[in-house]
């Protein structure tokens, strides 16, 4: 079982920046595939950047260039580095945990965080 809390977000004007934080409790935090994903007013959620237990990293095009993730294993942590900001960025944001084992699939959400891109 792994207890997911985000923290970071707020309202920030456009071209700003923020970082995202999502601590993990629980054992075998690096062992974890993460991932943040956001959900706009009235839009389905979205994925907006992976990365897995060995730090390969993805992200949707829409945010290639301007966001960042990153894991520190030691601090049970990853975070979302978010640059050159955009009104359309606005959501919340939700931090998820999976791993695979022994042929079942593990999934942990936490309970987001607010990002409002407004000047």
């Known amino acids: 079982q792994v207890q997911l809390v985000e923290s970071g977000g707020g309202l920030v004007q456009p071209g700003g920046s923020l970082r995202l934080s999502c601590a993990a409790s629980?054992?075998?935090?690096?062992?974890?595939?993460m991932a943040w994903y956001r959900q706009a007013p009235g839009k389905q959620r979205e994925l907006v950047a992976t990365?897995?237990?060995?730090?390969?990293?993805d992200y949707n095009d829409s945010v290639k260039g301007r966001f960042t993730i990153s894991r520190d294993n030691a601090k049970n942590t990853v975070y979302l580095e978010m640059n050159s900001l955009k009104p359309e960025d606005t959501a919340v944001y939700y931090c998820?945990?999976?791993?695979?084992?022994?042929?079942?699939?593990?999934?942990?959400w936490g309970q987001g965080t607010q990002v409002t891109v407004s000047s």
């Open positions: 629980g054992s075998m935090f690096s062992i974890y595939n």
């Open positions: 998820k945990a999976t791993r695979i084992s022994l042929g079942s699939y593990f999934q942990f």
């Open positions: 990365i897995t237990s060995s730090s390969t990293t």
